[in-house]
């Protein structure tokens, strides 16, 4: 009977641990791999000894397993708060999917993949934004990208303090490429092998002639190049900075891939275009709407073009001539001059001819048929 | 012995080596060092785990004794990488 039950506490005590292993390596990211290797590790260590104990029997036996699973109890937690801490300390990176960060703003995290490479030392992380705007310049298209993102430098030189190069090459898990013709078995990876190297060479050339118009510029300038999931390294880069630069077309192009939502939309996202001009005259759509307030708050707070001529437009839509006369007066408390331009019922939406930067809201409201025809207009877009 | 507590003994080294591979595995992808760190306190606790099975597969209680030695070194271990990891991200944010 012992031995019956010494043999189910053995095979239990396997399975756990089985388990935690499945989860350290399948889990996301170290803190949830941590969650499955501690807990269940103890827990299929302890059974297992359990066993033993069981099946042996006797007072000495006993003592030496209640005092390794004590033990265990009390040391497994100790070690895991302390390697959990030096890897959120270390920056090891968070699953996008995590909600709450508990730690932010208590405990100092070191952004160990960012490696400053050029020009002036950057500002410490945590510096407060008076000290300049951060950009993040995103090179994923090759070079052709490269007169929009020059252009755009070029716009708001002055505005930007500091700037990081990030090459961002998507990268799936390797797929399972199904029966191949003979000798595709070499050459398939092969070919993939050569895609992915000619795609680090783009991105190299474009990051070149960008450090040279840093430099230039004076702009101090990092780069970085990351493989993997775009979507996921792109937000966690973009958390970091204040305006994320990248070309439209890419955007679009990307955009139109993924559906009629583009992949990501942030606020403090710039689609730069070639041929963008300093900033003079600038175009917020205001869908009336409390997004909208928000978004325009959120570029009050950013500060970018402050010497600009700022126009609050509104699509025709009842309620928003109360909405632009809030969001007039919300300027003019920050210390920015602008005009409202309703558009009565019936009448043309507004368009951004005239205008060196377009600045919507990161998600179409209720105007969403003109959100989506300035997006794809003749000016540059911030989104706010 | 009985042949079911062998049979037992199999299974559970069947599965207590998988473990050991998957968390090797992880070990060795990486990608930083936070995850070796806990895919090796993992290996601690599933060397403890395979030396209980092993105990009972071969009876000889002495084993047990090297499971408390294989706890305690994989605290230490765990703890030590655990204030390298800490001491290098400090300096490195000192040195800017």
Redesign the interface.
Known sequence: MA??L???L??A???V??I???G??RLPD?FL??HA??KA??V??SL??L??AL??GGG??WV??A??VA??LA??P???H??A???Y?????MWGGTATDQLRGVL?R?A?EEA?SGGA?PA??GAPRAAGRRALLVLTGGPEEAPALVAALRALRGEVAEATLLSLLPRGPRERSGPVPFGGAYWTPQLAEHRIAAAREAAGQLAATLQEECAALGIPWRIRHEEGDADRLLAQAAARHDLVILGRALWLAQAEATGTEPAFAAPGMLLALPGMAPPGRVLFLHEGDGASAEALARFLDLGLAAGARLVLAAPALPGAEAALAEAVALAAARGRAAEALPTPIGAEPPSSAAFDLVVLPARAGRARAVHLALLRGPAPVLLA | ??A??S???A??AC??G??????A??MLRGP????R???M??LG??A??GT??M??GTGH?AL??I??GL??V??VG??G??????R???E??AD?
Do not use: K, Y
């Not at chain 1, 300390?89 to 990176?93: I, K, Q």
């Not at chain 2, 930083?32 to 995850?35: K, Q």
């Open positions: 031995e019956l010494a043999a189910l053995l095979l005590g396997s399975a641990a089985l935690a292993a499945i350290v390596f170290a791999r941590m290797a501690t590790g103890v299929g260590a297992v000894l066993g033993a099946a042996f000495e036996v030496r397993v005092l390794i033990f265990l040391t497994v100790v070690s895991s302390a390697l801490r030096a890897a300390v270390g920056g090891a990176p100092a070191h160990p400053p030392r410490a992380a | 012995m009985t079911f507590l049979l037992a003994v299974l559970s599965m207590l998988a473990a050991v591979a998957l968390t595995a992880r930083g060092i936070a995850d760190a806990v895919a306190d993992l606790l599933l403890v785990a209980g099975m105990a009972l209680v047990l004794d499971a408390l706890g305690l994989g605290f765990a703890v990488v655990a204030s390298f990891i800490e290098t991200a400090r490195e944010r800017g």
